[in-house]
């Protein structure tokens, strides 16, 4: 199993695919982590187990455990419409159709409810045009980003405060009619906002207090101390012009340092392999670590099975490519070049990637910052030589 994927690995460095990257398999007790080149193009600082990486979209099935837990505590309930902590939502209507001016709108035909979020069925999220472009120049589309919502990109942040983030995005109207169609990203960006309001906390103490405590993920958090982003790798995705990777570094380092002002829900965590372990192992044994109850089967198996009609999952293109979506994450429900069903995770757009496959017992997570991970075919690879035994 591991020279396999070793050799995977090197090979990918050598060819210039990656400057570096860090894998890990697990099944049971049997952990093998495997590291490869370096955390940049150039550089001579070594990829090594505890290097922490930004993980992007890996954080949105952490905000779907910590929803649940708020929802054993009878703190909130996934049957709630979101008015009801985040107010400046009630009045949001639907446009008329996705290109529509932002006066053309009908009025919802139900609340938007805090399960929505979670299976991103709010009816707001990235847009696809017939011609299979993302987020065309809608009116809707403009609006947001002059708004400063940040909806799309994980980097840069937006400068707004959570208070006036949920306000400028609810100035907003609707895209679709909530529970219609499934919409990338933006389900978990409000449920932070969410979160934050029902449990009186910042989302970042939250997390910290509900998860990343009882877990021991010392160094997960929306920051770190500056001494352990000494060696956080730089980002790299393929410039179009060109053809090759090329460095994309939008924020400084040190902006990873301090606390940001809105702790993004969708995109906004750093981790390490271990500590995204722990939370994998957590789902896999059912919630349960060490002996300690943190989440009931019950909230494990409604986070891990698919939440989607067959034809929410055909629109949902290439972010889906046919699996289905749970709470936060995407469930598997047919055999695809990986595996078979009912294998659960979810990938980072900055070059990361997690699934659990409960009929292996297995855990497989590759890190990298490049984002071509998704795309260049090292991903499906990888993944598959994660089986190997």
Request: hydrophobic share 40%; no cysteine; net charge negative.
């Amino acid at each position: 199993m591991s020279s396999q994927l070793e050799q995977a690995m090197a090979a990918r460095v050598e060819r210039g695919d990656f400057p570096g990257l860090v894998t890990l398999v697990a099944r049971g007790d049997d952990v093998r982590v495997e590291t490869a080149g370096v955390t940049e193009f150039g550089g001579d600082v070594p990829m090594r187990r505890d290097t922490p990486f930004r993980i992007t979209s890996m954080t949105k099935p952490v905000l779907a455990a910590v929803t649940m837990m708020l929802a054993e505590d009878d703190v909130l309930d996934l049957e709630q419409p979101v008015a009801h902590f985040l107010p400046e939502l009630a009045g949001q209507q639907v446009l008329a159709r996705p290109d529509a001016p932002l006066d053309e709108t009908v009025r919802p035909e139900r609340p938007v409810t805090v399960e929505d979020l979670l299976t991103f069925t709010l009816g707001f999220g990235f847009v696809v045009d017939a011609e299979g472009e993302f987020n065309p120049p809608y009116p809707i589309v403009r609006a947001w980003r002059e708004l400063d919502l940040q909806l799309a990109e994980p980097e840069p942040r937006t400068r707004l405060g959570p208070d006036e983030w949920i306000r400028r995005f609810g100035s907003l109207p609707l895209i679709h009619q909530p529970g219609e169609k499934w919409m990338y990203n933006a389900g978990t960006t409000v449920l932070g906002v969410l979160l934050a309001r029902a449990s009186g906390s910042s989302l970042g103490d939250l997390l910290h207090e509900r998860l990343f405590a009882p877990l021991g993920m010392g160094d997960t958090g929306f920051w770190l101390p500056a001494e352990r982003l000494t060696g956080l790798p730089a980002h790299y995705q393929t410039d179009g012009a060109t053809g090759r990777l090329s460095r994309s570094e939008i924020e400084p380092l040190d902006v990873w340092s301090r606390p940001p002002v809105f702790p993004n829900g969708s995109a906004g965590l750093l981790s390490t392999a271990d500590d995204y372990l722990a939370f994998a192992r957590l789902l896999l044994d059912g919630g349960v670590h060490g002996g300690t109850r943190l989440l009931s089967e019950k909230s494990v198996a409604a986070m891990t099975t698919n939440h989607l009609t067959d034809e929410q999952i055909a629109a949902g293109g290439v972010f889906l490519d046919g699996s289905g979506w749970g709470y936060g994450m995407a469930v598997t429900v047919a055999d695809d070049e990986v595996g078979g069903p009912g294998r659960y995770g979810w990938a980072g757009g900055f070059g990361t990637d997690w699934f659990n496959d409960p009929r292996e017992g297995l855990i497989f997570i590759v890190l990298s910052q490049v984002s071509d991970l998704l795309w260049n075919g090292a991903l499906p690879e990888l993944s598959k030589l994660a089986y190997a035994k």
